[in-house]
């Protein structure tokens, strides 16, 4: 495990345009305090977000990228490893200190309706952090950035006395954006930001977030269950699975080169709108490069893929973990048998595995 | 492209101030509403209110029934019963008001830290309430006042002592599921200090349980406030209160049915009143419930 | 579309309303369409589109205060929504089945899936428990669980969502159904997960003979399982297509920008994507003339006052759309 953290920190040197450094990050979460049982929710993470660019984590459920969202933002305190935010470590700071910081790293959640208080009006929610971080405004200039960051986001200034109940939910979590973007951060965490809403809101969402990216050069940490959102959202991209990157590179590389079959898997499981696509790709599919997980939360030994691997039977795989290693420049796979999609398919059909 | 400009849905506001044109859309809850009005108003405003002196005895008029003159009755020195139903209201108010605004802010506070603060403490602050919460008010509130006398401030303490654990369970699960949501995390991730996320946005939310349980806090601490007077152990003559005017009328049962009747349906609807009042307020004070 | 064999289902006209307190919504309205055996088809929509009460009125499992509010739904020549509840109770699992959303919360936790299954086909089937517990078995590997009898006595919570939902699966196919309405069968799923269980559903209805009803708001999970496809904005079905052409030249400017607005994986991440302006509408408050011409590029003055009539295109699709023959003209031209 620590050699794949150092294989890591030697490949990626702490230049001055990495605005987050995440270094063996781990957060581990108690089940049984007695029966010594517990979840590795994040299990030794390492990666940096240069600044003004989007890393995205994607995922399934349970592969502990929101624990990972919310660590770097020290909302949870991590059980091992450092968060460094433009060099300075975070969980060192004095809670006075971290709140000073709070101002300069932002949150957006999914749930567009859970992470707007009901009894406050749109107004109110986006000029409490206004409140904290700039009490010397007077209540007239407050109300004018009000209504810049509403038009910002595409809001109506009459949209300023509603309260969240009486908006969709495109409109919440616009809502959620003005806020988390009402005293200009560097950086902000979008955490399945666009997977409550619909196709149509969806798409304006995303708009709304790249566009502001560039006019505001922020640097956006991207997490999602949803590939094809976080290729459109993101300049590098980790693969999570059950607690650890699986693989990490650009999104070129990522995406015409993918080496984990893990990431073969979410390929080749994502529904294209096109029926005869679809038709090739259920025969791709049936030839098994992904398994179900059979039952909730088992701990696994050797790689915690194999036991939906096609290649999961080997020995290797069942006994040792592999660590994240340099499979081409700056792209990183935590497989022992890192390779195409295509060269998967046919060691899965010599292996012949049984069923099960 | 993506500065699109949205439906032409004119939010309306809904000011908070049009809570009691909520409630009272509600017709029990009306009823109750006013109920519980004109018993606060006839009781404080006693003096203005009642139709006779509270002393003013009349000794051809002993146990009367109802009379237009005496719509409750007379007792046993001739005293005009409403007028002492309304005089009494005001040490079972008394008692009733200041124990609830014991419970709940002792009780609120005791919670909020347990929910607040996680951890040992909060086990220990509700394995605490667990105790108290497992034995009936009733026998502990006659065990408190043996020891320790039945002035009103006693009773005062021991009511709102009583009535404690149960709200700081409330209290407890009120803030704990406020802290579960992502506004919460999101108004810590502006940088906001705990004592402005706790008066701003936390407490406000957990209110609405809070001010409901006050209202049915008040019904039982009136309930047992007229049960301790009932059996001697509560409010010593030459006070009166709704309790000891029960149990003057009750020993005296005999001579006229009238006389408890009236104390006991006043202690009836009141608390019937206050409770349905609980029920309905945390409907409308809650946007998310309504 | 399969127009030689009878259709099962023949819906006419159906409409869903909510008597609320500030008055009566209607958010389904005006819905027809038949389903022949064998049919895969896909309804398609947003949320608040209606999709889902179209499921479950024909199910008449609607959440109340909803109720049926006109129209028919008729399977062999019978009108379900005149049935007594006990009959509509037979036709519900026995020739009608629907999987769920959301598998956890449609399983009894306490019971073991064994027990819940050999209930379901109990309930609909005079055999012999041991009988139904060897079909349960038998139902359970075809649902693809491993090791069927190992899992026939383990409680839902043993089970991961993909898993559960097998088991779902399994449980609405017990009693042999003509009809499996699958209400957005695998949105709580994993996308891994998803496309497996969409694969076993239609490996499922060609095994079984039965036709689908498939409610998503997922355009390319619809692609990937429909023969047909129906879309439905603000409580009607706007378009009807088969799948390949819906995909390839859709007519309904709606269906259009949907596609488009779908944020896909071949998509050239240097240019925006192509969103829908605005909001759908609320069943309450939907738009004179056309619901969808407040967000519409085409609009022009009639889609503001005159609800488009249902247009029967010459290659057999429908579209509620004023400019539906020139749209289809123009593409086919193209």
Redesign the interface.
Known sequence: MTQARGAVRAELPEVADDLVVVDGLARHFALDKRANQVVRAVDDVSFAIRRGETFGLVGESGSGKSTLARLLLRLDRPTAGRVLFDGIDVASLSARELRKLRWRMQIVFQDPFASLNRRRTVEQTIELPLRVHQPQLKSAERAARVRELLDLVGLRSSHATAYPRELSGGQCQRVSIARALSIRPEFVVLDEAVSAVDVSIQAQILNLLRELQGRLGLTYLFVSHDLSVVRYMSNTIGVMYHGKIVELGSREQLFSSPRHPYTHGLLASIPVPDPEVERARERERAQGIVRDEVAAGAEVSGCRFHPRCPLGTRERCRAVEPPLELVEPEHYAACHFPQSAESLARAAAAEATPAG | ???????L??????PRARFLTQLLKRPSAAIAFVVVLAIVVGVVGAPLVAPYSPNAFDFTHLFGGPTLAHPFGTDELGRDLLTRVLYGGRTTLEIAGFSVVLAMSGGSLWGFTAAYRRGWLDELLMRVADLTLGMPVILLGLVLVAAFGSSTLSLVLILGILFMPATARLARAALLSELE???Y?????????PW?IML??LL??AAPVLIARASVVAAEAIFVEASLSFVGLGVQPPAASWGTLLQKGYTNLYRSYWYPLFPGLVILVAVLALNTLGDHLQRVLD??KR | MNETAAPILDVRDLAVEFPLSGGTIVPVRGVSFTLAPRQRLGIVGESGSGKSLTALSLMRLLPPPGRIGGGEVLMDGRDLTRLSEREMARVRGGRMALVYQDPMSSLNPVQTVGRQIVEAIRTHEDVSRAAARARAIELLGEVGLPQPAERFDSYPHQFSGGMRQRVMIAMAISAGPDVLIADEPTTALDVTTQARIIDLLGRLVDQHDMAVILITHDLGVAASFCDDVHVMYAGRIVERSPAEPLFRQPVHPYTEALLSAICRLDFDVSTPIAAIPGQPPLPQAIPEGCPFHPRCPHAFGRCTVEVPADTLLPDGRTAECHLAGERAGAEVAA
């Open positions: 492209m993506s500065a699109v400009a949205e439906p849905r004119v939010p309306r506001r809904r949501t992502d506004y995390l999101a108004t810590i991730s502006v940088g906001t200090p402005l701003r946005e406000p939310n946007p998310a």
